[in-house]
Every structure is written in structure tokens, then in C-alpha cells.
């Protein structure tokens, strides 16, 4: 049998084989124990992890989880039993499952660290971002057992990325897409600020070095890209000359940090520009670390600025000059100092014979070039001809490179030219004139300076042609000089500006005064020649003819300075003005019309006597009709001229002796006459006209016998009222028509008088001059405005627009608008009305006019230092509110006061009458007034006393609200526009596009409708100043033609002189946006451009009509 199994514990005994025995009780006591120790382990690490709040886990070898701590469960918001049940890879979002399974996969495969991002989902659906780390487990044979990790919720913290690395991008897409240059500029060794300012500078050269740059900044510097900056020392892009190390220094100065100041940078081809810059240093610890900024090109901004000073110097040079030759030096040296070249020269091109000829020229020596003359050929090829001649100009960048010269170019060179640049000017489509520009080297032209030559050009042949000119008609007026004593004519040539006068010798002949040397005469030689009264008249043409660039035409009287006796001279004279607008010149001619003017005067004698010879004689017939109406008596010559004969009549009846129609007229008549009431009409008869009278006659007991009738032939009579009719309807259409034509040279005028404040603004002189002007040129304006409106009122023309009116604002607005009137005669002004507002139905603006007439009136005759006085009140017993204004002026005759408010009427308040009018203010007041329902009468104890003027008018009844008055609005600067205006007058259209242009605005101009319909369907602009009365086509029809056209939005403008009721209501059928009278103020324009701007904007269909005009 074999041995009994023996344990461990008897002795260890070796088994019957002679091995060990194995204690498996012991054995598995001690793994009880270590379980036990694995156990309490386990325990405490699963407490551990609980308490962390990062979610930890362990997976078993087929990903499933073993082990999750109290943060994962409460991440993911489900039990350990769930998470369990399953691979807890399914929680991954399934466009982060392949990235998450790829680094799962690697570190299996490396046996390294497990390491990915992933979103996952909550157990309430939403998805949050964790990022897993976890280790792979092996067993003691090196088998995988799992995976043990954590996996932290880092959702805000990708968000956060997220957004910086955003915010990152979109600053560099800002930095590297703007204009602006950007630039960090780093120091190899932060600069110490314990330095000296000088040592500072250096340093910054010396250690500076650009960090970072945009494509911009790169460019700037003639490279492509920023890379190729970065590194590299700031001393290879940026030189150290004057003007950027006075820039290094005011940064210094300024703290390590600079806003907007210019440096002058040179790019990596030598092209030089002007910057401006802003730049900051950062600093710590005593030490400036580096600097970031940004900069701008700023030298095109200065070259328009030089380029445009440059055109004004050379504009106001030309002033004082003459000489076409003087004009040409002082051009041509000018233009040589702004362009850098070191020649200049102004040629005259005749194309027909091929010819250019040098008549000016300016080089650096000093030397001159002048009466040259060329074949064309010989120095320019025929491209450059060609494109010479069509007016563009031709830049040779480089004489010995260009192909165009040939074998020209040994010419240039012998010349040491290296480089030119040729602008020509046509002269009514033919090319006429040329300027050329020289260098000794090889330059490239730019674009600019070939835009600003041509300007240049334009305005250098205008000047020199124009004194040309001038030249020219000097040398005429020499050759009239013997023809014109023959004919009894003489000259006068007066420079305004020296005073000097010069008469031909027929004018002093013509005076009865000795010639002079050289013809110089003085202004007191004339105005004594001229009769006292006739001198007022001519004085005044002479203003009018200057200031509305006009013709001067007189018919005057002189008195012969030899014989005493009267002669009649008849004048015409033309100014001529500078580029300023300022009359220099007065040229003309008189002759004398003494014999016409005695042969007139005889004339007019024998017409007088045979008007009276044929008033006197008889014209008429008489009749008498008894009861029976038949004639008893009939004489008179009128007989045959109404086809009748004394036969006809002479006891017969009325029906015997008339035809039936005339018969029954007249049997009517008598009847009437017959029944005791008299008769007087008028009737046809034989193609005359006749007034017929009657009156019944009485016998002896007072009985009606009878009728006594005359007929007179007022044929004449009624024509002529005929054509006093006519004659008054053309008058009222010559008002209205004068008002128009003189409104023309208005606009100019006062568009000038504007520029002049621009042009030269703290010049006392040009101030003095312009005040004058725009005073003058008020009253003048107001004079047109009360002429029209006389016209309109004799016609009927005027709708008053009422609504109830406060006096008292009427009379402030009225008193506002006198105000410089009153300022400049330094009166006293006195102003009365009641508190309780005074208030009557009229039209505010008509009021308004009515007052300051009256004011004006008042300005006008009392002198410097006067007192006026304006006031407002009621009358409680006739319900009327008065207004009145007083003076203490010079008074006015009893025997004027009747007539003072009649059209035209003249009152004599001094011996000389020196304020002058028309005669038509007060008239105009009185029809106004009445037009109201109202009354104005004038008061004065005679000259010497003052007067009063009173206008009465009904005042409202108590409980009506007064319309508001007139208030001034702000004005705000209209937005940069582009405007096109059309006026066949030069002056008016030239002068107008100039203060346009000063505003700011974009100015385009064209002088007849034909061309302004074109311009505006090709360049589109924003506002259309259109006049009416156009060559070629009128303003009405390019109107038309410019909205069929498609120009809907643009804000088209009648300006024009025509202002009646009738032109405006045309003007707004005819598309235009608004009809606006000239002249028109600065302020006028301003507020019609801001408008306009706001009519652009809307960009509404059709034609609506402005705001506030039309």
C-alpha cells in the first residue's frame, strides 16, 4: 500500500517520490492575507480618487470600464453600473471617434502614454470636451490588461483657445489688409533711459532691427513681401537723415512715444516719400524694450498741396503784368524752380507749316531761349506729333533709350538733355502752343507732374494770349489815330490801376482842349467837359458797364473848352479785368453826333406842330331825332368817314337812312334819350370806331321834344389806347425781362465778391473792396427785386400766401435784414412794440419787404449819425394795427407828399439828390398794402424835419394764432458733391464752378445745352445748375432730354433770371428740381447744395421738388 499522504506540519516530509511536500493551508493563508492587504489598498485608493475632482478611470483589456471614481460619475450623470455595461468609447462624438481610437491604438502599439482630445456626450444630451491621459496596464507576463486614466473636463479652456486663436487671426488680417503701415521695430539691447537724449538716438540705429512688418510696410519700401524685412537692422531700410533723426529725437523728447509726425523715407530704388507716423515704446524697469507703430504716405497729400500753392502764387504774379513777355519769364522760371528741371521752354506751333517756335524760355543758368524756330520734324518724330497734336502730352524718360527719337536723340544729347517732357494746348481743336521740360539726366516722368503741366499750360497760354491781345489792340488804336481825326471820332485808353489816361489827338480836338505829350490826360479834364447835368447819368453807365462786364454806351453833352458851346459826343467803351476779376483797363471811342443830334431836334419840332394842327381839327357830327325818330338836322365832316352822305339823312327815319343792324343800335339810343336818360356809347362803323352822346331836349313846357346827339370818330383814340395797352403789357414784360438780363452779370459779381474772401482773406484792401461790392451789389439786387415785383403787381401776378402774422416779427426779421444799411451810416436805432403780440392776416414775406423798403427808405435819406424809429401798436377805436417808421432825416416837400407813392415818381428831398432810386420802392409799398386791405400815407413838416411813414392794415381778432416768422436755420456743409453747370455765360458759369470748388465740390462746366446734355448723360453727376435760356437747346428741353436719359437722381436746377410765377411753374413741369433766381448768395448756394445732397441721397424716382423752393 502505498504511504499515507503527511502534511507540512508533520515535518516537512519528503513526498514517496522523495520531493517536498507543498503547505497548501499555509499557502493559502498567505494569499489570504495579501488579499486582505490588496483589499484595504484598494479601499483606501478608491477613497482617494473619489475625493478627486478629476474623472478617473480603468478599462479591462476589451475597453470596457472596471473602475470610475465619484467625478466621473457625476460628470457623465450615470451610475457605474451603465458605464460598465458597455465600450465607453460610444460617449465620443462621432467626428472625434477616429482622431480618439487612433491615439488609443499608438499607445497600445508604442506602449506609451495614451494622450487625445475629444467632445463627449452628457448623459442630458449636451456634449462637453475632455482631454483623456491614461496609461496601458500589463500584466507580470507582459500581457494588456487595460487602460487606467483620467480625463478632465477642459471645455472653457478649448473655448478660450478657440476664441484667442480667433481674435489672433483676425488681428493679423487686420494688420496685413489695411493701407496703413504697421511696424514693431525690436532693440538687440534694451536702451537704457539713463542715457543723454543724443546717445538715446544712436542707440536706436545702432541696436534697432525690425521684428515683424505688414505687406504694406514692406511695399512701402519696395519690397515684395514682410518677411523679407524681418530681422534685418533699421538703418538698411529706414536713413538716418535730418529730417527722421529730428523724428528719433522728438520721440525721445516726448517720452519714447510719437503721434502723427512726418519723416522723409527713402525705398529701396531711391524713391523718396514723406510718411506719417505714430509710434510708442515699451518699457520696463528703466529700459526701453522695443516699439510698435503705424504710418501713412502722406506725399501725395503734400504734393497736391505744394502743386496747388504753386498755382495760386503763379495766379496772383500774373496780376500786375502786361507784357506777353513778361508773363513768359516769370512762367517759365516759376515752372522750372517747382518741377526741378533745368529748362524751360514756351513755344508757338504752326502745324499747317510744320514750324515750332521757342519765344520764351528759362534755364538753370539763367540763360535764356527765345524767337527759335524748328521744323517739327527735326526734334519730334511723327507719333509724338500725332499725339502732340491731339493734345496728350509726350513724356521721354530717357533720350538716349527712347526708340521714338531715332537718330534725334545725338540732338538732345548735344543739348545735354537726358530727359523731357512735352504738354501741348489747342487752340479751337488745333494744336497751337507747347511748354517743354528738360533734364540732364534720365528721369522718369510721373503721371502727376504731367497732370499738373497740363493745368499749367492751360493757364499760361490763356494769360499770355490775353495780353497778346491786348498788344495787339494798342498797336490798332495807333493806326486808327488818323482815320479817326477825320471822322471826327476820338479814343481814350485809361489804366485803372496806374490812373493814367491817354486821348487820341481827335478827342482833344473833339474837347477843344491842346493836345498833350503822349495824350495824357486827367479824369478832371473829362468830368469838366462833361455837363453838370449830364455827368450823374454817365457816371452811372460807366459803374454799370464795369461791374456787369458790359459794353459803355452813352449819348451825352460837353462843352467845348475852346468856343464854350455845347457838342454831343456818343461814347462806347469795353473793360478788360485780370485773372482776378478786377478792371484794369477802360478803352473806347467818342464821336461827335452834334449835327444828328440838331437835325433830331428839328424833327421832333416840325412833328409837334403837325400833331397839334391835326388835334384842332373838327372830327365830329351832330344829330337831331325828333319823337318820331327822324332826322330834323345832321352836320359834320366825321360824316364820310363813317360811309355816310348828308343826303341820306335829311328827313328821313332812323330805319330809312341806316342799314337794319346799325338802325335798331341807334333807334335804341334815342329811345332811351327820349325816355329822359341820357346816352353815351361807342359803335363800329365802316371799319372806324365812334363814341356816341345823347341827351333828351326839352321844349318850352319841359316836354321831351327830342334827341341832341354827336358822334366823334375815335378811331385814333381807341387805337392808341390799343397800343398803350400793348404798350404796357410789353412794358411789363420789358420789367420782368430787364429784371432777367440783369440778373445775369449779378450772379458773377457776387460770386466773385465771395471768391475774394477765400482768394485773400486778411487783405484790407480786398476786404474794403469786396464790402463795397457786396454792398453795392445789395442794393442793386434789391433794386432788380422791386422792379420785377412792380411788374408783377401791375399785372396781377402776385399771390399773397397769408395766414395770421405777428407785426412784431415781421418787424425784427425787417430790421435784421437793415441792419448793415443802418450799421454802415452809424444811425440810432430805436425799436417799440407792445408786449401783447400784434397780429394781422398778410403774408409774411410781403411784410417783411413792405418794412424794409420803408427802412431803406428812411437809411437812405437821413444822414450819418441819424435816428430811426420803428414801432408797432393798434388804434382801440378803428381796429387797425399800425406800423411807423420815423427819422430825422432831410425831410420832404408838402407838394411831394401826394404823389410820393406814385410809380417812377422822384421826390426832391435835396438840392442834389444825391441818393438817387428808381421811383419805385414806395410804389411797390403802397401796392402791397393795399393788397393787404391796407393804407399807407407819409408825413413831413417839410426839408430839414423828417419824416413818418404809417401803414395801417386790420389787425386779426382776439383768439387767432400768429404763423411763426422768419427763422434762421443752420446750415449744415453739404457732402462733397459733383455738380455740372450749364450757362452760355462765361463769366456767370466760370465763376460759379470756382466757388464751387471752394466749398469742397467736384465742378464740371459747359456753355451750351447741347453739351450740357452729353456731359450729364456721360459723367452722371450728383446736381445739374442749368440755364434756361441756352444755345442750341434751351434749358426746359435738356431738362427733359437729362431725365428721359436716365438721370432720375441727379438734383437738376434752374438758375436763371426769369422769376416770374409763370417761369417757375414751367420749370417744375419740365422735370427741374427747383428754380432759383441769380444772383444767387453764398448762402444761397450753400443751403441749395445741402439740399441737392439730400435729394442725391434719397435717390428717389422721379422729379420731386426741393424743400423750401420752387
Not at 524767337?371 to 496728350?392: C, K, Q, V
Not at 446736381?1023 to 432730354?1041: K, M, N, Q
Not at 437729362?1042 to 416770374?1060: F, K, N, S
Request: charged share 30%.
Amino acid at each position: 500500500m502505498a504511504e499515507p499522504h503527511r502534511t507540512a506540519e508533520h515535518g516537512g516530509d519528503s513526498s514517496p517520490s522523495g520531493e517536498p511536500r507543498v503547505d497548501i493551508e499555509g499557502e493559502a493563508a498567505s494569499l489570504r492575507a495579501r488579499l486582505q492587504v490588496l483589499e484595504l489598498q484598494a479601499s483606501r485608493l478608491r477613497d482617494l480618487s473619489d475625493g478627486t475632482p478629476v474623472p478617473m478611470w480603468a478599462t479591462d483589456a476589451r475597453g470596457r470600464l472596471e473602475f470610475v471614481n465619484r467625478a466621473y460619475r457625476e460628470f457623465f450623470g450615470v451610475g457605474e453600473d451603465e458605464l460598465r455595461s458597455g465600450d465607453w468609447r460610444i460617449l465620443v462624438h462621432p467626428d472625434d471617434v477616429a482622431a480618439y481610437n487612433a491615439a488609443f491604438t499608438r499607445a497600445l502599439e508604442d506602449r506609451s502614454p495614451f494622450h487625445a482630445t475629444a467632445r463627449v456626450r452628457m448623459a442630458s444630451g449636451e456634449w462637453r470636451c475632455i482631454e483623456s491621459v491614461g496609461a496601458p496596464r500589463y500584466s507580470a507576463s507582459g500581457e494588456y490588461v487595460g487602460m487606467a486614466g483620467s480625463s478632465p473636463d477642459v471645455t472653457d479652456r478649448v473655448a478660450a483657445l478657440q476664441e484667442l486663436r480667433a481674435s489672433e487671426h483676425r488681428y493679423r488680417h487686420l494688420v496685413e489688409y489695411t493701407s496703413d503701415l504697421v511696424f514693431h521695430v525690436g532693440l538687440r539691447r534694451p536702451l537704457p533711459l539713463t542715457l543723454p537724449p543724443d546717445q538715446q538716438v544712436e542707440w536706436v540705429f545702432r541696436e534697432g532691427y525690425f521684428v515683424a512688418v505688414n505687406d504694406s510696410f514692406a511695399r512701402a519700401y519696395g519690397y515684395e513681401h514682410a518677411n523679407e524685412l524681418e530681422g534685418r537692422p533699421l538703418t538698411d531700410v529706414v536713413p538716418r537723415s535730418p529730417l527722421n533723426l529730428a523724428f528719433e529725437r522728438t520721440v525721445v523728447a516726448n517720452g519714447h512715444r510719437i503721434f502723427d509726425a512726418v519723416t522723409e523715407e527713402v525705398d529701396r530704388h531711391g524713391g523718396r516719400k514723406l510718411l506719417l507716423n505714430s509710434m510708442v515704446g515699451r518699457i520696463e524697469d528703466g529700459h526701453v524694450l522695443d516699439y510698435v507703430g503705424t504710418s501713412r504716405d502722406v506725399t501725395e497729400q503734400h504734393r497736391i498741396e505744394r502743386d496747388r500753392v504753386f498755382l495760386d502764387n503763379l495766379s496772383r504774379a500774373y496780376a500786375p503784368l502786361a507784357s506777353a513777355e513778361t508773363i513768359a519769364d516769370l512762367s517759365s522760371k516759376a515752372i522750372r524752380e517747382h518741377f526741378g528741371v533745368t529748362r524751360v521752354n514756351f513755344s508757338d506751333v504752326d502745324l499747317a507749316n510744320r514750324i515750332v517756335t521757342v519765344f520764351a524760355g528759362e534755364r538753370e543758368a539763367g540763360l535764356k531761349d527765345d524767337h527759335i524756330a524748328h521744323p517739327l520734324e527735326a526734334y519730334l518724330s511723327s507719333s509724338m506729333i500725332e499725339d502732340l497734336a491731339a493734345g496728350r502730352p509726350v513724356a521721354v524718360n530717357g533720350v538716349a533709350t527712347d526708340a521714338r527719337l531715332g537718330d534725334r536723340a545725338a540732338a538732345y544729347a548735344q543739348w545735354n538733355i537726358g530727359s523731357l517732357l512735352l504738354a501741348p494746348h489747342r487752340t479751337d481743336g488745333r494744336w497751337s502752343f507747347m511748354v517743354a521740360l528738360h533734364r540732364p539726366e534720365p528721369y522718369a516722368w510721373r503721371v502727376e507732374e504731367l497732370d499738373l503741366l497740363r493745368e499749367v499750360v492751360g493757364r499760361v497760354h490763356l494769360r499770355i494770349e490775353r495780353a497778346r491781345a491786348e498788344e495787339a489792340l494798342r498797336d490798332s488804336e495807333a493806326r486808327l489815330q488818323l482815320a479817326m481825326i477825320a471822322g471826327r471820332a476820338g479814343t481814350w485808353d485809361l489804366d485803372l490801376v496806374t490812373g493814367h489816361n491817354i486821348w487820341s489827338e481827335s478827342l482833344f480836338l473833339l474837347m477843344g482842349c491842346e493836345p498833350t505829350p503822349g495824350g495824357r490826360a486827367s479824369q478832371d479834364l473829362w468830368q469838366s467837359a462833361v455837363l453838370p447835368e449830364d455827368l450823374p447819368y454817365v457816371l452811372e453807365t460807366w459803374r454799370r458797364a464795369e461791374h456787369g462786364r458790359t459794353l459803355f454806351r452813352t449819348e451825352h453833352r460837353v462843352r467845348h473848352g475852346s468856343t464854350g458851346g455845347i457838342a454831343w459826343l456818343r461814347a462806347a467803351g469795353r473793360f478788360f479785368y485780370d485773372d482776378d476779376g478786377r478792371a484794369i483797363r477802360f478803352v473806347g471811342v467818342a464821336l461827335d453826333v452834334t449835327d444828328e443830334k440838331r437835325a433830331e431836334e428839328a424833327r421832333r419840332q416840325i412833328e409837334a406842330r403837325y400833331r397839334t394842327l391835326a388835334a384842332n381839327l373838327p372830327g365830329g357830327a351832330a344829330f337831331v331825332v325828333d319823337r318820331d325818330l327822324r332826322f330834323q338836322l345832321v352836320a359834320g365832316e366825321v360824316l364820310a368817314t363813317m360811309g355816310m352822305a348828308l343826303q341820306q339823312f335829311e328827313g328821313r327815319t332812323v330805319f330809312e337812312a341806316l342799314p337794319p343792324e346799325q338802325a335798331e343800335f341807334h333807334a335804341a339810343n334815342y329811345r332811351r334819350a327820349l325816355a329822359g336818360q341820357p346816352f353815351e356809347t361807342e359803335h363800329e362803323s365802316n371799319g372806324r370806331y365812334f363814341v356816341a352822346r345823347g341827351v333828351p331836349l326839352h321844349g318850352e313846357r319841359g316836354e321831351i321834344e327830342g334827341v341832341l346827339a354827336v358822334s366823334f370818330d375815335i378811331t385814333a383814340r381807341r387805337r392808341a389806347e390799343e397800343a398803350l395797352q400793348e404798350a404796357d403789357r410789353r412794358k411789363d414784360e420789358f420789367l420782368a425781362m430787364l429784371a432777367h438780363e440783369l440778373r445775369n452779370p449779378l450772379a458773377p459779381i457776387r460770386n466773385a465778391a465771395a471768391l475774394i474772401r477765400y482768394a485773400a482773406p486778411g487783405n484790407p484792401v480786398l476786404d474794403s473792396a469786396r464790402g463795397i461790392i457786396e454792398r453795392q451789389l445789395g442794393h442793386l439786387v434789391r433794386l432788380v427785386d422791386d422792379l420785377l415785383d412792380v411788374s408783377r403787381v401791375s399785372r396781377g401776378k402776385i399771390t399773397l400766401q397769408c395766414g395770421a402774422v405777428d407785426l412784431g416779427l415781421v418787424a425784427r426779421q425787417a430790421l435784421e435784414t437793415a441792419r448793415p444799411q443802418i450799421e454802415a451810416k452809424g444811425h440810432r436805432l430805436e425799436f417799440d412794440a407792445p408786449a401783447t403780440p400784434v397780429r394781422v392776416e398778410g403774408d409774411f414775406t410781403r411784410l417783411v419787404q413792405v418794412v424794409g423798403n420803408l427802412l431803406t427808405n428812411a437809411v437812405k435819406f437821413t444822414d450819418p449819425g441819424g435816428v430811426i424809429a420803428l414801432s408797432i401798436d393798434r388804434s382801440a377805436a378803428t381796429g387797425e394795427a399800425r406800423i411807423r417808421i420815423r427819422d430825422n432825416g432831410r425831410g420832404i416837400e408838402p407838394a411831394s407828399l401826394p404823389n410820393l407813392f406814385d410809380l417812377f415818381y422822384q421826390a426832391e428831398r435835396s438840392l442834389q439828390r444825391a441818393e438817387g432810386g428808381l421811383g419805385i420802392g414806395l410804389s411797390l409799398v403802397r401796392s402791397l398794402v393795399e393788397m393787404h386791405g391796407g393804407r399807407v400815407e407819409a408825413r413831413s413838416e417839410g426839408l430839414g424835419h423828417g419824416s413818418e411813414f404809417i401803414v395801417w392794415l386790420p389787425e386779426l381778432r382776439e383768439g387767432d394764432e400768429p404763423t411763426a416768422g422768419a427763422r434762421a436755420s443752420i446750415e449744415k456743409a453739404a457732402p462733397r458733391l459733383r455738380v455740372l453747370v450749364v450757362d452760355d455765360n462765361r463769366d456767370v458759369a466760370d465763376s460759379c464752378a470756382m466757388l464751387l470748388r471752394v466749398e469742397g465740390h467736384e465742378v464740371e462746366v459747359c456753355y451750351d445745352g447741347a453739351d450740357g446734355v452729353r456731359l450729364a448723360l456721360e459723367r452722371r453727376p450728383d446736381v445739374v445748375l442749368l440755364d434756361l435760356g441756352l444755345p442750341t437747346v434751351d434749358g426746359y428741353s435738356a431738362c427733359r432730354e437729362m431725365r428721359r436719359g436716365g438721370l432720375d437722381r441727379a438734383c437738376i436746377v434752374a438758375v436763371t433770371g426769369y422769376g416770374r410765377e409763370e417761369d417757375r411753374l414751367r420749370s417744375l413741369e419740365a422735370g427741374f428740381d427747383s428754380h432759383e433766381i441769380k444772383p444767387m448768395d453764398l448762402s444761397v448756394l450753400r443751403r441749395l447744395m445741402r439740399r441737392c445732397a439730400g435729394v442725391a441721397a434719397r435717390g428717389a424716382g422721379g422729379t420731386p421738388t426741393l424743400p423750401g423752393t420752387g
